[in-house]
C-alpha cells in the first residue's frame, strides 16, 4: 500500500493556557550574549546573510502578534534568541510583541486586519492555532514568495517543508527549520528506583519499542496508590506518529488530502492506546474520566514519581532550571531525560518523530513585511551556522544545565524529525473534519476506563471523514482556481 505523506493529528494541550491573557504590558529586558559570543555572531553573519547597509527591512520595527514571544527575554535566566540578536545587532531592527490571548487569536486577528491595523507576523505552526489551509483562504495572512526565495541556498533545506503549505502555487509560510516535537520524557531516578531499563539506552541499542514502552507502564501503573504510567494528553498522537502515518495525509502522487484510518499500522498503535487506556495506565479523575493531574501544568507527578512517562514537545520541558526542577525532577542531578518516541515492533523497523515546522507568517496587508523577512532569515541564519549553533548549545548548558547527553538525544530527535518528517496540517480544517478527526483521537482517552475500540470508532466517524476529505478537496481546488 502506498504510504501517504504522512500529516499529524495533534490534540490541543490548552488547561495551562488558559490563564494567558493579553494586554498584560510586560516589559522585555535586554539581555546579552559575551563579547567574544557577540563577534563571532557578527563576523560569521556576514557569509550568508544581505549586507546591512543595503538589506531590505534593516533598522526596522516587526510586530510580531502571537499569545507568546519566543524572540524576546522576560526574566534574567532565559537564553538569548540569536535569531533576533542579529536582527537588532547586525541590521538595527526591533520587535514589539503584540499579546493576545490564547482563545482570541484568531478573532482579534481578523479585527486587526478589518480595522486597518494588522501585526506584521504570527507564527507559522502546523500545530495549535495553525493558519493554514483554511485562514489562507480567509486572507489573514499572505504568501511570502515576494521576500522569500526558496531556492537561496539559506533556505533550500527548508523547500520540501515550504511546499506543504502552497495555494495557487505561492507559500505562505516561511519555514526556518523543523521543531524536534513529541519526546519520551522520563525522570531517570524513577526509572532507576523501579529497575526498569534506561529508555535512552534502550534507543541507542534499537531496542525501544512498542513492547518495551507498555511493559513498564502496565507494571508502573498503581490507581491505587496516585500512580499512572502516563499523563498529559499527547500520549495518544505521540504512539500515534511513532506508526510514520497519521489520520489524515497528503497523497504523494496526486497533492490532494485523503484518509489513513484504513492503515494497518495506525490500527496496531490505536489498539496500544485502547489497552493503555483500559488497563488504567492513563492518569483518570476520581470520577473515571480524562482529565490531567493537579493544575494541568505540564509535567505535574514527575519528580514525585507519581508519573512514568510524559509524552510533550521539547518546548514543554525546556525552561529555566527552578521551573524544570520543580516539575519534571533535579535538573543539577541529572534527573531529567528524554527518548524518540518507541517504535512499532512489527512495522518497518524505523522510528518516526512528528516535525513541527518554525518559522513566521506575514499577516495580511502587513505594514513592514520586508522586516518580517529579514527576521526570518537571520532566525534561519542560526540554525545552520556551525558557530551559532555551538552558541546555543552552550546556553543550553549553561543556564538550563543540559548535559551533553541531552543535546546529543536533541540532535538525534532532530535527525529523526528531519529525515522521516510527520508534518502536521490538520490543525486549521473545516469544522465537520475536524471535529471527526479529532473524536477519532480523544474518545479513546477522554471516555475513562471503558474506551471505544479502533473498529468501533471507524465505524462511527469513518464515512464523515472521507465525505469532509472530498469536500476539502473540491474547496482548495475551487480557491486554486479562483
Not at 125 to 139: D, H, Q, R, T
Not at 196 to 205: H, Q, R, V
Not at 310 to 329: N, P
Request: hydrophobic share 35%; aromatic share 12%; with cysteine.
Amino acid at each position: 500500500m502506498k504510504r501517504a505523506l504522512a500529516v499529524a493529528l495533534v490534540l490541543l494541550m490548552i488547561v495551562s493556557l488558559v490563564g494567558c491573557g493579553k494586554n498584560n504590558k510586560r516589559k522585555p529586558i535586554q539581555l546579552t550574549l559575551n563579547s567574544e559570543d557577540s563577534e563571532a555572531i557578527l563576523n560569521a553573519a556576514g557569509i550568508r546573510l544581505p549586507d546591512e547597509a543595503t538589506a531590505p527591512g534593516a533598522g526596522s520595527h516587526v510586530i510580531w502578534y502571537s499569545w507568546y514571544d519566543p524572540l524576546q527575554n522576560y526574566e534574567e535566566d532565559q537564553v538569548v534568541n540569536t535569531g533576533n540578536w542579529t536582527f537588532t545587532h547586525k541590521y538595527g531592527g526591533s520587535v514589539e510583541w503584540l499579546e493576545c490571548g490564547y482563545f482570541d487569536y484568531y478573532d482579534d486577528l481578523a479585527r486587526y486586519i478589518a480595522s486597518g491595523t494588522p501585526p506584521d507576523a504570527t507564527q507559522a505552526s502546523n500545530g495549535v492555532m495553525a493558519l493554514y489551509p483554511m485562514n489562507c483562504i480567509k486572507e489573514m495572512i499572505q504568501p511570502v514568495d515576494q521576500w522569500i526565495d526558496f531556492d537561496d541556498p539559506l533556505f533550500a533545506p527548508m523547500k520540501a517543508a515550504a511546499d506543504y503549505f502552497v495555494l495557487k502555487g505561492k507559500h505562505y509560510h516561511i519555514v526556518t527549520d523543523f521543531g524536534v516535537s513529541n519526546v519520551v520524557v522520563y525522570n531517570r531516578r524513577v526509572i532507576n528506583e523501579y529497575g526498569y531499563e534506561d529508555p535512552a539506552k534502550l534507543y541507542w541499542n534499537d531496542e525501544w519499542t512498542w513492547d518495551e514502552f507498555y511493559d513498564m507502564c502496565l507494571d508502573f501503573n498503581d490507581p491505587d496508590t496516585d500512580h499512572f504510567a502516563l499523563d498529559g494528553n499527547a500520549y495518544a498522537g505521540g504512539l500515534l506518529e511513532s506508526t510514520g502515518q497519521l489520520f489524515f495525509g497528503i497523497d504523494e502522487e496526486t497533492g490532494k488530502f485523503v484518509s489513513n484510518i484504513d492503515s494497518p499500522e495506525i490500527e496496531r498503535s490505536q489498539d496500544v492506546i485502547y489497552n493503555l487506556v483500559k488497563n488504567n495506565c492513563t492518569y483518570q479523575s476520581l470520577n473515571g474520566s480524562w482529565s490531567l493531574r493537579g493544575s494541568g501544568d505540564f509535567g505535574e507527578g514527575m519528580k514525585e514519581g507519581l508519573t512514568l512517562f510524559y509524552i510533550i514537545a521539547e518546548w514543554g520541558f525546556t525552561d529555566t532550571v527552578d521551573v524544570v526542577s520543580s516539575r519534571w525532577g533535579d535538573v543539577a542531578q541529572h534527573e531529567v531525560m528524554f527518548a524518540p518516541l518507541p517504535r512499532d515492533p512489527n512495522g518497518d523497523g524505523n522510528y518516526y518523530m512528528r516535525a513541527g515546522i518554525e518559522g513566521y507568517s506575514i499577516v495580511m496587508h502587513a505594514n513592514n513585511p520586508e522586516g518580517v523577512a529579514l527576521l526570518a532569515m537571520c532566525d534561519r541564519f542560526k540554525k545552520i551556522d556551525p558557530i551559532v549553533i555551538q552558541i546555543d548549545e552552550n546556553q543550553l548548558r549553561e543556564k538550563y544545565l543540559w548535559t551533553d547527553e541531552m543535546i546529543e538525544m536533541h540532535k538525534e530527535c532532530y535527525r529523526l524529525a528531519a529525515e522521516h518528517p510527520v508534518l502536521d496540517i490538520n490543525n486549521n480544517l473545516p469544522d465537520g473534519l475536524g471535529n471527526a478527526l479529532a473524536h477519532m483521537s480523544n474518545d479513546i482517552i477522554r471516555s475513562g476506563t471503558n474506551p471505544s475500540s479502533w473498529a468501533q470508532l471507524k465505524e462511527q466517524y469513518g464515512e464523515q471523514i472521507e465525505y469532509y476529505v472530498e469536500d476539502l478537496n473540491q474547496m482548495i481546488e475551487d480557491f486554486n482556481n479562483e
